[in-house]
């Protein structure tokens, strides 16, 4: 099971990293899309497994959100980053209010 916290949003990312959610995903064209990977697959073939939003430590007004996601059907695991509130961006979201949230039990088997 994913923690609750990890720390900042730098620190989140990396303790991510090195539980396998190592891709970088990005939005273009209502998909997702990883140039580690050079893939662009449907919101429909992810789902979130996790939320963590962060307030910026001098500036109240720089927030952002941590999705990490994970597609089974094409086995990768990453991380989207947003801003929140007015920050975010429109596109962005969009394709987030697409995804299904699943939880996922991450412990070794």
Avoid: W
């Avoid at 580690?36 to 963590?52: A, G, R, W």
């Avoid at 994970?70 to 920050?87: A, D, E, H, R």
């Amino acid at each position: 099971m994913l923690k609750e916290s990890f720390g900042t949003l730098s620190e989140t990312i990396n303790a991510l990293i090195k539980i396998g959610y190592v891709h970088d995903f990005n939005i273009h064209e209502e998909c997702i899309v990883c140039h580690q990977e050079n893939l662009k697959l449907l919101p429909s073939e992810f789902q979130i497994d996790k939320v963590y939003r962060f307030e910026g430590e001098s500036n109240p007004d720089d927030q952002s959100i941590l999705y990490v996601l994970s597609s089974p059907k094409f086995n990768v695991k990453g991380t989207l980053v947003n801003g929140y509130g007015i920050s975010s961006d429109e596109e962005t979201s969009k394709v987030i209010e697409k995804l299904l949230t699943h939880p996922t039990d991450n412990t070794p088997k």
